[in-house]
């Protein structure tokens, strides 16, 4: 079973184009964090969201916390080819779990 | 600064072998976690440590499957005996975790590439 559900699953575009992924569960965790993963590589931070509704931004991506701190989505304006990647959201309840990622490729 | 030291980077052995997999954490990080990336299951987490002592095995798939953290700055992960479905890729992190439900940032290792056949 599957704590964290993450969609969509594949997504290709083309450079310039806008993109949202969801990260839905129907537990309630502490604190979401969203990882990127680059081929032959570990995930690496980019994110921790705390407060349910809580906002925040990087550069041209925008991560929001649910209000019920049950899901988070991932918006990325404007993609660029250097945003391909592995997205990963990760719920912490103690420990840390993983959605199954989005797997994100931006063609130039 | 270092980061997460994992060894060896790619293994291939034969059905039956033991498999030791070895991680050095940061310096300084109290908790360290054992995860497991596959294309179907994803990122699956085994066990993890806080302050050396195991926490939390469930995800830990079946005997096979054993870790140790005898210090701070070293932890394992045996397979004994091996199965081709033990291939995959296995991450060790680690982290500060500063109290509750918080985990900290994980700062993974770049992973051991395990083929079993």
């Known amino acids: 079973t599957q704590l964290l559900e993450q969609s969509p699953q594949f997504l290709s575009i083309q450079e310039g184009e806008n993109l949202t992924v969801y990260c839905n569960s129907s537990?309630?965790?502490?604190?979401l964090q969203w990882y990127r993963q680059e081929p032959g590589e570990g995930p690496v931070l980019l994110v921790t969201?705390?407060?349910?509704?809580e906002v925040k931004k990087l550069k041209r991506l925008t991560f929001q916390f649910g209000d019920a701190r049950k899901d988070s989505s991932l918006h990325i304006t404007a993609a660029q080819p250097g945003d391909t990647g592995l997205y990963l959201c990760a719920g912490s309840r103690g420990k840390l779990i993983f959605g199954q990622g989005t797997e994100l490729s931006v063609k130039p | 600064d270092a980061g997460v030291i994992q060894s060896p980077r790619h293994e291939v052995t034969e059905m039956g072998q033991e498999v030791t997999l070895r991680c050095k954490p940061i310096s300084g990080h109290n908790s360290l976690f054992w995860y497991r990336q596959t294309m179907m299951r994803g990122l699956e987490l085994l066990i993890y440590f806080n302050n050396n002592v195991p926490i939390d095995d469930s995800g830990m798939p079946e005997d096979r499957f054993s870790a140790k953290m005898p210090n701070a700055s070293f932890s394992t992960l045996k397979i004994q005996p091996s199965e081709p479905r033990d291939s995959a890729v296995y991450f060790c992190?680690?982290?500060?975790?500063?109290?509750?439900?918080?985990?900290?940032?994980?700062?993974f290792g770049e992973g051991s590439r395990l083929t079993v056949l």
């Open positions: 537990s309630v965790f502490s604190s």
């Open positions: 992190a680690s982290s500060l975790k500063t109290g509750g439900m918080y985990t900290g940032e994980l700062f």
């Open positions: 969201v705390v407060t349910g509704g």
